[in-house]
């Protein structure tokens, strides 16, 4: 994100304070000589405090996002060229109190960047109404993503909507909610954003929250109260509403799948909502480590595409199981991933930009995008005994092109089979965008699809994470997960 020279001394006060505030869980008092009354004054301090907020999502996005919502799932597996990085513990699902994969403490830290800005905004002196609801709305709707990924990852969680600013026993030291008071909170904080938004328009680069993004969100949290807290039809019909609301919105499929994970077309009309990264500006993300080499100088069997980067950074790929998914007509296939004769197999979505012989992995990572919704509406008619055909169909379109003849999906069997069909959608359109490890648990289907957890079935503790012995030391009213 660049910021304009007037704001960077501001953003720097900003993210101080915001740091301060990591330590709530620590039970430390925070000492910094930056006061409320001297940073919580303009409008620039409100657009700074915005973007500091968007950088902690950025850090979550670089590697946590997908190792919570994929890692677990049967995408991924051992590369065989070089460790594993602790890796093996997640598409194994070997997780422990011990090894227990990342912590809520990133989570967290983000969460009390949206609560200074919900706590503080509305007394700032902001020229627009409009602009200060922009503000707001995007802090809400952030709120309400961070919780949703802390419930489907560990299910009810300390809520906490009032910042850290000093310490406070009270605010800092939480027992958990339940999973329905999470959600309670996650439902309230999107019809409050949905209804602040100005508009149904996209910010400029569509990488913060707007009315459209909201939406999507909400098309989702609805789908999951739906199926995994008894929701139902009432749940499944808002969640419908959500994704038409999304439609309204200056969206499209693009033509050709390809060019949606090209670098130079980042940002494009099928992007909903992605997190920013920029070469040189940002660090590497989770891509990082799924695209490589034999050396730098060794070429993309796709495209003959200087790789630029060396055997070390390949530590983990795709599983057979998911490439022969694919279909040799399948336009999909080939911009997912590609497999390299006697060597290994790269995954090639997000694969970043060459520069000067160096790869930068800083491609955006799209939260939602177009055909993710179109998806999720077919679900969510399926679950009303709608027919979900259309939406199906409108992406086998794309992915098959001239073969689509071939590819036709008609409704003539039941819901489940219906669900089998959008859930295996979702896996070829959506494959390594970290969406495949929550729509299995959403879809019930973890245990029949993932070879990991085949023969454990019936062991359902195993669909949320365990808590890590750190966390549960320095959180003393925080029990862990029933089985771990």
């Not at 569509?206 to 009432?234: C, D, F, H, I």
């Not at 930068?360 to 679950?383: C, G, H, P, Q």
């Amino acid at each position: 994100m660049k910021l304009i020279n007037k704001l960077e001394s501001k953003l720097l006060l900003c993210l101080l304070i915001l740091i301060s505030s990591c330590t709530d869980i620590l039970d430390l008092k925070p000492v910094s000589t930056i006061t409320n009354s001297s940073f919580w004054n303009t409008e620039d301090d409100a657009n700074g405090a915005i973007s500091g907020m968007y950088v902690y999502l950025r850090n979550l996005a670089s590697q946590n996002l997908f190792i919570w919502g994929e890692a677990r799932s049967e995408v991924m597996e051992w590369s065989g060229l070089s460790g594993t990085a602790d890796f093996d513990r997640y598409y194994n699902n070997t997780l422990s109190a011990q090894l227990s994969g990342p912590d809520w403490l990133s989570l967290y830290t983000t969460v009390n960047a949206a609560n200074l800005i919900i706590r503080h905004v509305p007394d700032i002196d902001i020229p627009t109404e409009e602009s200060k609801n922009n503000i707001l709305a995007q802090a809400y709707t952030t709120r309400a993503y961070l919780y949703f990924v802390m419930a489907r990852t560990w299910g009810g969680v300390p809520i906490r909507t009032e910042p850290t600013e000093g310490y406070n026993s009270e605010t800092t030291q939480k027992s958990r909610s339940t999973i329905e008071e999470v959600f309670k909170l996650i439902k309230e904080d999107l019809d409050l954003a949905i209804s602040l938004f100005e508009d149904n328009t996209f910010f400029a680069g569509r990488n913060r929250w707007s009315r459209p993004a909201a939406n999507a969100l909400k098309a989702e949290v609805y789908l999951w109260t739906g199926k995994q807290l008894n929701g139902g039809n009432a749940d499944f019909t808002i969640a419908l509403e959500a994704c038409n609301e999304v439609q309204k919105a200056d969206l499209e499929l693009l033509p050709n799948f390809a060019d949606l994970f090209e670098y130079s077309n980042k940002r494009n009309k099928e992007v909903i909502m992605a997190v920013a990264f920029d070469a040189i500006e940002s660090g590497r993300n989770v891509y990082y480590s799924m695209y490589s080499g034999l050396t730098s100088s060794s070429t993309d069997p796709i495209n003959g595409e200087i790789i630029g980067r060396s055997s070390d950074g390949l530590v983990w790929t795709v599983t057979q199981l998911v490439r022969d998914q694919f279909t040799a007509d399948d336009k999909r296939r080939d911009p997912s991933f590609a497999v390299v004769p006697n060597y290994s197999i790269l995954v090639r979505k997000c694969r970043g930009i060459m520069i000067s012989g160096v790869r930068y992995f800083t491609s955006d990572i799209a939260l939602y995008r177009y055909a993710d919704v179109l998806l999720m509406m077919a679900e969510a008619k399926n679950a009303l005994g709608l027919d979900p055909s259309a939406e199906i169909n409108t992406i086998r379109k794309r992915a098959y092109g001239d073969a689509f003849n071939s590819h036709v999906y008609i409704n003539n069997g039941t819901k489940e089979q219906n669900d089998n069909a959008i859930l295996k959608e979702r896996l070829l359109e959506l494959v390594f965008e970290g969406k495949r490890w929550w729509d299995l648990v959403r879809f019930e289907k973890a245990f029949d699809l993932v070879p990991s957890l085949s023969e454990r079935a019936g062991q359902d503790y195993l669909l949320k994470w365990p808590i890590g012995l750190t966390t549960l030391s320095l959180e003393p009213q925080i029990q862990q997960n029933p089985g771990w």
